[in-house]
T-cell receptor
Framework: AQKVTQAQTEISVVEKEDVTLDCVYE???????LFWYKQPPSGELVFLIR??????QNEISGRYSWNFQKSTSSFNFTITASQVVDSAVYFC?????????????FGKGTKLTVNP | DAGVTQSPTHLIKTRGQHVTLRCSPI?????VSWYQQVLGQGPQFIFQ???????GRGNFPDRFSARQFPNYSSELNVNALLLGDSALYLC???????????FGSGTRLTVV
């Protein structure tokens, strides 16, 4: 079965520090998708990125960057020069397709607090 | 364009009661999925519907049921509520799933 592990339960940093959120996954599928979502206190899951298992290129979007390493089954997320508005719970998720069903398997999340 | 809308936003129910949660997907999205998020945990898959048919079901008891209507909106029903059903219930819509899921703000259910 698919599994996503986010070993860091909580991280606290001071504004402008860089921070990396770790994500390790397990799957037997050869084709899969990895996602990162941000959940602010309001509760809505905000989509950040989707990465195809065949695309191992790192991606940068503004202050956000993602490092996908298939060899270590990791999909880590780095925020550069963190800001208070980055404070939220971040979830890594893995797609699972089985018998026509498509679902996301989520990690337990990492709560990031950015202090001024 | 409107995002995924869920109603109600908050709900308090008593043990043993029944509850119906509603979700309207993004226009053009034919797949709706439901997730349960207990405090401090990641969301857990409950159901997926595509073109009004159930495509998948997570590891939840038969007290949980859902359906999708011709306009692709969906309802999640939970019977005989237990204290442990207290959670944030999230609805997500997608075109096929692999293009990414857009989540609503959720319904926060409290069972007392």
């Amino acid at each position: 079965a698919q599994k996503v592990t986010q070993a860091q339960t909580e991280i606290s940093v001071v504004e402008k520090e860089d921070v990396t959120l770790d994500c390790v996954y397990e799957t037997r599928d050869t084709t899969y998708y990895l996602f990162w979502y941000k959940q602010p206190p309001s509760g809505e899951l905000v989509f950040l990125i989707r990465r195809n298992s065949f695309d191992e290129q790192n991606e940068i979007s503004g202050r956000y960057s993602w490092n996908f390493q298939k060899s270590t089954s990791s999909f880590n997320f780095t925020i550069t020069a963190s800001q208070v508005v980055d404070s939220a719970v971040y979830f890594c998720a893995l797609s699972e397709t089985q018998g026509g069903s498509e679902k996301l398997v989520f990690g337990k999340g990492t709560k990031l607090t950015v202090n001024p | 364009d409107a995002g995924v809308t869920q109603s109600p936003t908050h709900l308090i129910k008593t043990r043993g009661q029944h509850v119906t949660l509603r979700c309207s997907p993004i226009s053009g999205h034919k797949s709706v999925s439901w997730y349960q998020q207990v405090l401090g945990q990641g969301p857990q898959f409950i159901f997926q519907y595509y073109e009004k048919e159930e495509r998948g079901r997570g590891n939840f008891p038969d007290r949980f049921s859902a359906r999708q209507f011709p306009n692709y909106s969906s309802e999640l029903n939970v019977n005989a509520l237990l204290l442990g059903d207290s959670a944030l219930y999230l609805c997500a819509s997608s075109i096929t799933g692999t293009y990414g899921y857009t989540f609503g703000s959720g319904t926060r259910l409290t069972v007392v």
